[in-house]
């Protein structure tokens, strides 16, 4: 069986990003996945980001890639706050990112993974298989999504997760009702209205927040009592940003009740336009029942106690997601129980490693340790330096024991020294 030192599993920022990194300290590995999948498959084309453009960049360990540098080689005007960036611009700034900086890319999936005397045992969608002394799960939001029971019921033709669409061709002429009040909500209601949809939004909340319009010019008195942090605006959210190994030092409890209550549900200031008098958003709505009646959804709707009905062709869940690592069908039951998962949240080192030795997570799914940073891409800039980092310290430890010691000889393995 081919093996090598370390497998990364997801190839979207995080991924990468870490990538770009071992592949500088010479580390042996290989990284999984289609690069940028979620984001070229699965959000929707003219998606704009919601990050600003000088937190949207994947993190190398030399200078020249950059958002910034992107723009410049492709001439493109850059400003780093209030500028409209484009899904499209992001995905074609990471897969120049890949091109310039990741070599051991493979588009497979991993089908299943299991450990073998402390070393983790892949097989990968291509029919082959690989061991490795560490792995990294950079998986995104992917398999975290959550739809509210009541809708859960309905037959899948009816109702689906927000975070599965690319292409929304299909909306057009079609009535359709999304559930939620954040961005993910207004974003996919302002995209699919402008192809032709009609569509409604029921929003729990009473109000919708909109994120204030960035003022590139501020002063430096403004700049100093409300610093732009990687993921918004003040002096909590900077230090949020900027302090991930600071935040992993807090109570487990408050960390995660930080996690739960920052950043509720809101609209980026470049959406507002696009969604006020344009879009019916019901405010404080309560989905009560869900049945489709002849093949429509027939929904009963609660707002302030006052029960309504309103159909549709389908429903959308725009309802956010829920790390649980249980759910990535491809762990075996050994490893994700040995991860010692406290509701489904993996407890992480100051090295992002889990209870199972050599076994990483990164990017959201890390968020409960250090901080809502890492629901960001800016997260990478801190996650990718510093497993990196103590990966390459681990690897120069073990290279004087080849990876077939303690394999049995049914999983004898020879060190894949062209698969780093
Ligand atoms: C609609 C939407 C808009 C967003 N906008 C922003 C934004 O503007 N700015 C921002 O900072 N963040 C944004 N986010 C959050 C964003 O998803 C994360 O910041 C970022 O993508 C996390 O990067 P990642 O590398 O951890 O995961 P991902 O980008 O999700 O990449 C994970 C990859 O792993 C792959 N994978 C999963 N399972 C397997 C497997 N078994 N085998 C092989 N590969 C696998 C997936 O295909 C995927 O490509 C947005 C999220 C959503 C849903």
Redesign the pocket.
Known sequence: MAATDTVI???????LSLAAHLNASGVPHQI???P????SDF?PPG?L???EAF??SLYAPQRGYSMKDYCAHKGIRYQPVGMHLSRETFVEYALWFQQNLVSQIRT???LDMHRVEGKFHFSLSDGSSLVARRAVL?????GFERIPMVLDRLPREYVSH??EYGNLDWVRDKDIVIVGGG??AL?LAALMHEVGGRIRVLARERNVTWNRTPNSTRGILSKLLKPEGGIGQGWRAHIIAEYPFLFRELRQQLRKEVVNSTWGPSGAWWLRDRVVDRIEVSLGSEVRHAAVENGRVVLRVAVDNQESQIEANHVIAATGFKTDMSRHV?LSNEIVQSMSLVDGVPELTRNFETAVRGLYV???ASAYSFGPVM????GAKYAAPHVARHISRLYRQDAQTPLTAGCSTATKTTINQAGR
């Open positions: 599993i997801g190839a979207g920022p995080y991924g999984f996945g289609k940028m999948q979620a984001w959000m998606m980001m919601r990050s937190a949207s497979v999936e991993v950079a998986l995104g939001l992917k927000s975070c961005q993910s974003g491809f990164i990017g959201p629901r960001f891409v800016y």
